[in-house]
């Protein structure tokens, strides 16, 4: 993500790939659900700003076994797509190819006259928020698979962005799991973090998996990514209220709060058994990659 001023307007563009493979796979996934994808994760990047979208192209490389109907459905769904959520697909490229499936798609947003969210500004005492629920996102449950069929949180990031009290001191979206995101907040403002495992989010595919395999609950939650939620910091009170009443129908949950630096553990999560295990190395990979230890 970038920003530039053009005509006096800050204006934000932000480019993603998704690749057969490693971000989907085509041979399992629905061609709407990867269409869809394609545009939601950019629109996730400009939520984490607090922007407006405003407009899109993309270039996509097909396989030469790809079949016109195929193409036809990726690409009125991400027309379609974009149209819903007013950033229209104004332009593109397409290309055929031996490799597998490849579509990048760049977004342009603007911030419409406030400043834009940074992952920078977390300040000591700072308490922890996200959006939503934590975890499972590559599993199906009952036909959803959450990375696959999120919805931005352009309208939850705005609200907070232009509020005057509840305007979060930074801000980011969880694509590569808390524990790693998490960690750019810190990063940012020289500072650590603890999360409290009582607090966590969990999904309701979060607890099937932890049931089901070798994996706690809050590993899940922390590493498994492409949560899509937004992840940002505030002042305890200013926080009261998101976490009594959420925003925009959304919950918010506090998970932690912000520490002073202490070296390499950045990120640490504290364990029902009052013991803290430290996560900043924890993050989502990506298919095909080993899991985190």
Excluded at 92 to 108: F, K, R, W
Aim: aromatic fraction near 4%; charged fraction near 20%; charge should be negative.
């Amino acid at each position: 993500m970038g920003a530039i001023q053009i005509g006096g307007e800050e204006v934000l563009i932000t480019v993603d790939q998704l690749l057969d493979g490693v971000h989907f796979q085509l041979s399992k996934d629905p061609i709407e659900k990867i269409a869809k994808k394609a545009i939601t994760r950019n629109l996730s990047d400009v939520a984490a700003m607090g922007g407006l979208p405003v407009a899109a192209v993309a270039a996509g490389c097909i396989p030469h076994n790809f079949r016109q109907e195929q193409a036809e459905i990726l690409f009125d769904t991400m027309r379609n797509t974009a149209e819903k959520h007013q950033c229209p697909l104004i332009g593109g490229d397409i290309a055929t190819g031996d490799q597998p499936l490849n579509i990048s798609v760049t977004v342009m947003a603007t911030m419409k006259g406030i400043p834009p969210m940074l992952r920078c500004g977390a300040q000591i005492g700072d308490v922890i928020c996200v959006t939503g629920e934590l975890g499972g996102s590559q599993h199906s449950l009952d036909g959803y698979t959450h990375h696959l069929d999120f919805e931005p949180r352009l309208q939850v990031a705005r609200m907070l962005a232009t509020h005057h009290q509840h305007r979060p001191n930074c801000m980011i979206d969880l694509s590569d799991g808390l524990a790693s995101d998490l960690a750019h907040l810190c990063r940012a403002a020289s500072l650590s973090a603890t999360v409290d495992e009582k607090l966590l989010p969990f999904s309701k595919t979060t607890a099937l998996l932890a049931d089901q395999g070798d994996h706690p609950k809050w590993k899940h939650a922390v590493s498994d990514g492409e949560d899509y939620e937004l992840c940002f910091t505030m002042t305890p009170s200013h926080a009261e209220g998101l976490i009594a009443n959420g925003i925009d129908g959304v919950p918010v949950t506090c998970i932690g709060m912000m520490e002073p630096y202490r070296g390499e553990s950045i990120v640490r999560i504290r364990l029902p058994d009052k013991t803290y295990k430290d996560i900043t190395d924890l993050g989502w990979q990506h298919i095909g990659q080993p899991e985190p230890s």
